[in-house]
């Protein structure tokens, strides 16, 4: 499966334009991913308008992608159709790269400030996935300092994206009543007891001749009762 993600480096050098300024906090910055929680179906909205912030507020050189992992699913309807939709592996959650820049004093990195201003400050931005630094004093919730996504994670989430098979699903579920449109048993009702979306059949237990008989059927053969 092609994918959009094929360049998901997590700790890729700044371009040489950067790296040639003569200041020392720029030489020594990366770029990291980091996980940001947005409100619910929000997730598009959030990327949009980050990405027309970047150049409105002179932030390109420190915001660099805003991805939102999908993978595809088809769904099978109950008159057998298929619609091929993308799924978020995530809701509720951005994933964003931002320049890091590493503390003199303590060597760790450090999502840089201008970035997480601007990304904070999003409308439906909820906050950064990270490490809770409470208060010295009160009872308040402290500030939720952003945790880089280490390599390993950013790997296989988008590895998981590029080579993710598309998935099946369909309307019915084991246990739904339903009716029997066409077909030697057209009319008759039953039960749902195994669906197969990827053959787009289900099984279901059928009363002929008083007993319960389980059956296979085409998906579009059945309509959902109730």
Same mark, same amino acid.
């Given at each position: 499966?092609?994918?959009?993600?094929?360049?998901?480096?997590?700790? &890729?050098?700044?371009?040489?334009?950067?790296?040639?300024?003569? &200041?020392e906090s720029v030489k020594s910055a990366k770029r990291f991913w980091y996980a940001v929680q947005v409100a619910s179906g929000c997730e598009k909205k959030v990327?949009?308008?980050?990405e027309q912030r970047l150049h409105t507020l002179d932030v #390109? &050189?420190?915001?660099?992608?805003?991805?939102? +992992?999908?993978?595809?699913?088809?769904?099978?309807?109950?008159?057998?159709?298929?619609?091929?939709?993308?799924?978020?592996?995530? +809701?509720?959650y951005v994933l964003i790269q931002v320049r #890091?820049?590493?503390?003199?004093?303590?060597?760790?990195?450090?999502? &840089?400030?201008e970035a997480w201003q601007v990304i904070k400050n999003t409308p439906n931005v909820i906050n950064f996935v990270g490490a809770e630094q409470r208060r010295s004093t009160g009872r308040g919730r402290g500030h939720v300092k952003p945790m880089p996504l280490?390599?390993?994670?950013?790997?296989?989430i988008f590895r998981k994206v590029q080579e993710q098979e598309p998935v099946h699903r369909i309307d019915l579920n084991s246990g739904d009543k339903i009716k029997v449109l066409s077909g030697p048993f057209k009319d008759f009702e039953g039960e749902v007891i195994e669906v197969s979306p990827e053959?787009?059949?289900?099984? #279901?237990?059928?009363?002929?001749f008083g007993r319960e008989t389980p059956v296979e059927l085409e998906v579009n053969q059945v309509e959902k009762e109730g």
């Open positions: 499966m092609t994918s959009e993600f094929t360049d998901y480096d997590q700790q &890729d050098p700044l371009n040489d334009s950067m790296s040639t300024t003569d &200041d990327k949009s308008t980050i #390109a &050189d420190r915001i660099f992608r805003i991805e939102i +992992p999908q993978t595809p699913i088809i769904k099978i309807k109950k008159d057998g159709s298929r619609q091929t939709i993308e799924e978020k592996v995530f +809701p509720g #890091a820049q590493q503390s003199p004093d303590t060597g760790e990195w450090q999502i &840089d400030d280490s390599a390993a994670e950013v790997d296989r053959r787009s059949k289900l099984k #279901a237990l059928l009363s002929i």
